[in-house]
């Protein structure tokens, strides 16, 4: 495109009427290249996945609400049915994480078209990101944006043609705690640095202070840098953990970006409590869903602190307490995702499912009942069950299911509650609701230790220590609602640290009660619990277990 000074220097000599026409033709084709477009304009509608009114939209035009999970590709390359499983729990988004190779072994582009065919194989948006940058200004070992900028630019040809399934998150928690202030330029120069080499795809930027913006440079800069994307295709990403441990620091981020009109995803997540705090992850779930902003939750599995793993050892039927929160709980995966149209779902599909029977109750304790209702019916099929809690004319939704039947868990004792339940199919179409079912729970706890049993296992082992995980599950008919596991040590081995559970220890016997989010077992249900231990020669595993003084079985 020619600068104005050159334009002008091409019109002397020339007649008002040609001179009158170079301007006339030079003004349509710095029109026809946009050089004259607002700086937010969003970009092209028909390429694919684009930004508009601070919205994520498909190349359709289709709102597109992610609800995804994030997966460690980078560090177990040969996990690759974990997409496939993903999948399988309703998620319609994968974050997967890659190396340029500044810190770990680099993702080549063979890997990454892989990665793509594979996520588009099973239907669900891939946002890449590069991790190596974690950190960076605090972590010595992190690599910078324009690095991981250039790594994208190499990865152009894989890339192209894939905007309607792709996103381009340029690098993982891209600055520390140290002067997150720096932030700011190095993102809007790799944004620029991205578009100037062609690549079209919606990029997504996460926050400093290790991607929790808990300083705020990232919402105060938000548009500064938006505006560094002259196609206007950018979304910006927050991580919730710890500082995220109120409800009113979650709505008041959250609200932040949308009153701006600003597009945000919280692009990681996590719920379990660890020494760090106690997010608050219902709020954060239920005010992306209120509106209408997406959210992927870290992680699948693979951790080197299990306690965010979703699922247990890449074992899709073996999920977490997290997991089940995520997957399954009110405002979680299986409630509200909704797979993208690029695919070819059934966006035509405007009928409800049929109403559900009326629900009855069973296995009712101090803390929860067990609800089975007759199934819904579907010109499609039913995609699962919302179940709330009715109170006057307001609900609440308590908890969600892919069958006719679930367990409602944290209820108060001595307490009478309404219950109904929703239909739905992957359309997105709600039935009417059920009839209702009243239930009052008992007044006591109940007896935990006949039908329990233990799993133990060592997950890994170094000169002088090791980890292990312990799953307690509950086999009976009833939850378990606060218990202390107690079990013995051979070897002289010592509990240092631990996560799910709070640990005593007297020479080799160990008792552990539950931390918060793991103290209610539901019937059928399990939790886990994760510690590493100092040990010195023999690492015999425990053989004998009880539960609240009880004996369970070895599993």
Known sequence: MRTARSTARSTAGKSPVAILLTVLTTLLGLLALGGLAPAQAASPAATGLHI????????????FVMRGVNHAHAWYPGETQSLADIK??????????????YRWSRNS????????????ANRLICVLEVHDTTGYGEDSAAGTLDHAADYWISLKDVLAGQEGYVVINIGNEPWGNTDPAGWTAPTASAIKKLRAAGLAHTIMVDAPN??????GVMRDNAQAVYDADTTGNLIFSIHMYSVYNTAAKVTDYLHAFVDAGLPLVIGEFGGPADQYGDPDEDTMMATAEQLKLGYIAWSWSGNTDPILDLTIDFDPTRLSSWGERIFHGANGIAQTSREATVFGGAVEDTEAPTAPGAPTASAV??????????????????????VVRVSGQSETPVAASATNSVAVTGLSADTAYTFAVYARDAAGNRSARSATVAVTTDEGGTTPGVGCSVGYRVVGEWPGGFQGEITIRNTGTTAIDGWTLGFGFANGQTVTNMWGGIPAQTGGTVSVTPASYTSTIAAKGSVTVGFTAARSGTNAVPTAFTLSGAGCAAA
């Open 52 to 63: 508009s009114n601070g919205r994520l939209l498909e190349g359709n035009g289709n709102d």
């Open 88 to 101: 399988a729990t309703g998620a319609n988004t994968v974050r997967v994480v890659l190396s340029d190779g």
């Open 109 to 120: 582009p063979e890997d990454v078209a892989a990665v793509i065919a594979q996520c588009k």
């Open 210 to 215: 290790w991607g929790q913006d808990w300083q």
């Open 365 to 386: 304790t101090d803390t929860s009942a067990t609800l089975s209702w007759s199934a819904a019916t579907d010109n499609v099929a039913v995609a699962g069950y919302d």
